[in-house]
């Protein structure tokens, strides 16, 4: 016994290190007695039976307990000795080079219930084993092989989630077999230790071999009842000026991980829906915890979270303190695309000022009209001011209103007056002028000035007619608002002339029953000084119409269609 617990208390060698021990102890003892040699040991695991099961229990989310219950281990040893005159046994101890601490000398360390198993059992003499046995280990036997089934299992969890079911995993272990051959009589029975044994054996030798096999383990769900033991709401508010950042805590905490369903209150106003979350580990405790901020301005409100079958939290006060939100000002206001044809395109705006970030209603109101449903804006910060702007965009026709918006207990802009007129514009007035350049030579370039007034912006064409026949091709002129009211344009044309000439033109416009008068062109040749003029009145405004040049009879590049309005 007390050699027994020596071995028990001297220092650890590894599994390649007790290997390479047993081969040196083999290579001794063959020299003196060769005929004791065992020639090969082999190990193998059976795959014809089940693999050894190990079942980790979960206490309180966690996995730290392999339950108690052997684990079978089936193994096939093979032994043979090279001398076959002379009686010999041979002796095998099982173990384990994840679980066993060797001792020195060569020899399996004295573990607590674990024993040497002589092959065959009784004094009967073999000079070979070829076998296939079960070995039965208890898991307080397994040492750091049975932590290696619960970390395995731990690890599960942290990958897939609390142990809500029971899982299925692997995990390896290397078996060995240590052999021992001596010469007849050795005693190994009872009242004699496998150490007693090795020492009378004077002829002896050793063997060691190994095998890897792959262990089931089961981890089991955690079946204990989930509690929820506190809740916590909690708020802070940081800032001078509104809006403020508001933070609101929400802590939830289980006697151990699992899935917790809550809302929260408000006293005065609808709970939220239901929301699942799970709780996890948190410095020894089982907690979810949720922070949410967001931007605020005056809040007063009192609150609480209800956990669904389970405790709430105490109603806590929830109050930032700003000036109340309100808008400002309104404006309104419309823009007319771009062309005289209806439908026409609209760009509405409202522009509402705040003086802190916030929602609120308003609505569109028409004299003479109904007004529109409560419309809801959200103000938001831009530069250093908080605005909400709105842009709409519609086509029109004919159009004559007066409108406004007006903001829910707050301002309202100014009556704006929108018009859009999708009626044809009209020209009203149509006027020539021709304009000869000064010189003494046949050679004189006339200047063709029309001028189209109407009444409103648009397009039209003109075109210049000679008396006795002939006529030039259709121009655009577009009228534009000029001073005073008058919606004027102009075209202008110039004609070379090399001989003497002695007519009249006019200027029509396309469409419209309109014409000017016949103005009179002249052109001789002079012996002398001086030269062909003559004079026309300009309309009034006219210095003010835009003007586009063209060539008579060229054609006008890009042609533009004309709108009609």
């Not at 046949?442 to 409103?456: H, L, R």
């Not at 016949?518 to 210095?543: F, R």
């Not at 003010?544 to 060539?551: D, G, L, N, Q």
Request: with cysteine; charged share 25%.
């Amino acid at each position: 016994m007390t050699k027994r617990n020596t071995l028990t208390n001297r220092a650890a060698l590894t599994a390649t290190a007790f290997v390479t021990t047993a081969i040196a102890a083999s290579a001794l003892s063959t020299s003196a007695i060769a005929e004791t040699k065992l020639r090969e040991v082999k190990l193998s695991v059976d795959s014809s039976k089940p693999k050894p099961t190990l079942i980790v229990e979960n206490k309180d989310g966690v996995y730290n307990k392999v339950q108690n219950k052997q684990a079978i281990f089936w193994l096939k040893a093979h032994g043979k000795i090279n001398n076959v005159n002379l009686r010999y046994k041979i002796y095998s101890s099982l173990v384990y080079v994840d679980i066993v601490k060797y001792a020195g000398g060569g020899r399996p360390a004295n573990i607590p219930n674990l024993k040497a198993f002589e092959v065959p059992p009784g004094d009967v003499p073999l000079r070979k084993v070829n076998s296939t046995y079960a070995y039965y280990f208890w898991p307080q036997q397994l040492g750091q092989f049975r932590q290696k089934a619960i970390d395995r299992c731990n690890e599960m969890a942290k990958i897939y989630g609390p142990a809500d079911k029971d899982r299925t995993g692997t995990i390896n272990a290397t078996v060995g077999l240590f052999m021992r051959a001596g010469k007849m009589p050795i005693q190994w029975g009872q009242g004699h230790s496998p150490d007693a044994s090795h020492n009378q054996a004077k002829q002896k030798t050793h063997r060691f071999a190994s095998a890897s096999t792959l262990v089931n383990i089961v981890c089991k769900k955690d079946t204990t009842p989930l509690k929820v033991t506190s809740v916590k709401l909690s708020y802070t508010a940081k800032g001078k000026q509104c809006p403020k950042d508001l933070t609101i805590v929400k802590r939830i905490e289980t006697n151990r991980p699992g899935k917790v369903t809550y809302r929260r209150e408000r006293q005065g106003g609808q709970p939220s829906a239901w929301i699942t979350v799970q709780t996890k580990k948190s410095g020894g405790k089982f907690v979810y915890i949720k922070k949410e901020t967001q931007e605020v301005g005056h809040v007063d409100q009192t609150r609480r979270i209800k956990i669904k079958g389970g405790p709430a939290s105490k109603w806590v006060n929830v109050k930032v303190n700003c000036a109340k939100f309100k808008v400002v000002k309104a404006t309104y206001s419309y823009k007319l695309g771009k062309g005289g044809s209806c439908p026409r395109n609209i760009t509405l705006t409202k522009m509402f000022e705040t003086n802190q970030k916030g929602s609120f209603f308003y609505r569109r109101e028409r004299q003479g009209g109904q007004p529109s449903g409560w419309i809801k804006a959200t103000a938001k910060k831009v530069g250093n001011k908080y605005v909400a702007k709105i842009v709409e965009k519609q086509k029109v026709g004919d159009l004559d209103q007066i409108r406004r918006v007006k903001v829910k207990n707050g301002p309202a802009s100014k009556w704006v007056h929108m018009k859009n007129d999708c009626s044809p514009m009209k020209v009203t007035q149509v006027q020539l002028g021709i304009k000869v350049s000064k010189g003494n030579s046949c050679k004189k370039t006339a200047t063709f000035t029309s001028w189209v007034f109407g009444d409103k912006a648009g397009w039209t064409k003109v075109r210049y007619r000679r008396a006795g026949g002939g006529k030039s091709a259709w121009y655009l002129v577009k009228l534009h608002k000029g001073s005073g009211g008058v919606y004027l344009g102009s075209h202008t044309q110039k004609q070379t002339f090399t001989k003497p000439a002695n007519t009249k033109y006019m200027v029509e416009v396309q469409g419209h029953p309109k014409i000017s008068k016949w103005i009179p062109l002249k052109i001789s040749c002079p012996t002398g000084p001086g030269n062909v003029k003559l004079k026309t009145k300009k309309p009034n405004n006219a210095s003010k119409a835009k003007v586009k040049t063209f060539k008579l009879g060229q054609k006008n590049k890009p042609r533009q269609r004309l709108v009609r309005n």
